[in-house]
T-cell receptor, first 113, second 114 residues
């Protein structure tokens, strides 16, 4: 596709359930980022993939959060045993590399009830 | 470590007046600097970037930004604001070395009054 695609666009889950969020980056983009944004707030960095290098996981808030990127393309962010404080918009972005702008998807709005 | 500061939560300006949204940064090595805009219920859109070269960079929708190395700043400017410019603006930085991701500021809400 022409842009970064995220699915689902909205997800409501019960506290304690696991969720998987998907990101399809722009074809050929070697860098992929996950951020989350609470209502009207700034972007909190979660994890960064660059090519075949080990991902930068320094932003993951707890061991309930994990992400993988298969084949250098699609990425999945998994949140286990969701908590209410996990409710936010999860944003994925991709870029050609270090000096290039990142293009963002529309995000997945996660609501934990 | 790298960081971005946007000292103003909100900037108010009258339509037709010039606007400035402030951004300062801290990074190892040389900075790559970006501005993004987020309209209500929309994703982030890229406005402009500084990688190297001329300190004044021009971007989308008439916006420009000036890179000042000595002040470690990258303020966003527009000569004449429009009501439609009202949105949330984010500054972001990463260094030209290491493998850190883009670091974003906390955002500045721009309100342009008719």
């Amino acid at each position: 596709g022409a842009g970064v695609s995220q699915s689902p666009s909205n997800k409501v889950t019960e506290k304690g359930k696991d969720v998987e969020l998907r990101c399809d980056p722009i074809s050929g983009h070697t860098a992929l980022y996950w951020y989350r944004q609470s209502l009207g707030q700034g972007l909190e960095f979660l994890i960064y993939f660059q090519g075949n290098s080990a991902p930068d996981k320094s932003g993951l808030p707890s061991d309930r959060f994990s992400a993988e990127r298969t084949g250098g393309s699609v990425s999945t962010l998994t949140i286990q045993r969701t908590q209410q404080e996990d409710s936010a918009v999860y944003l994925c972005a991709s870029s050609l590399g270090r000096g290039f702008e990142a293009f963002f998807g529309q995000g997945t709005r996660l609501t934990v009830v | 470590a790298q960081s971005v500061a946007q000292p103003e939560d909100q900037v108010n300006v009258a339509e037709g007046n010039p606007l400035t949204v402030k951004c300062t940064y801290s990074v190892s090595g040389n900075p790559y600097l970006f501005w993004y805009v987020q309209y209500p219920n929309r994703g982030l859109q890229f406005l402009l970037k500084y990688i190297t070269g001329d300190n004044l960079v021009k971007g989308s929708y008439g916006f420009e930004a000036e890179f000042n190395k000595s002040q470690t700043s990258f303020h966003l400017k527009k000569p004449s604001a429009l009501v439609s410019d009202s949105a949330l603006y984010f500054c972001a930085v990463r260094g030209d070395t290491g493998r850190r991701a883009l670091t974003f500021g906390s955002g500045t809400r721009l309100q342009v009054q008719p």
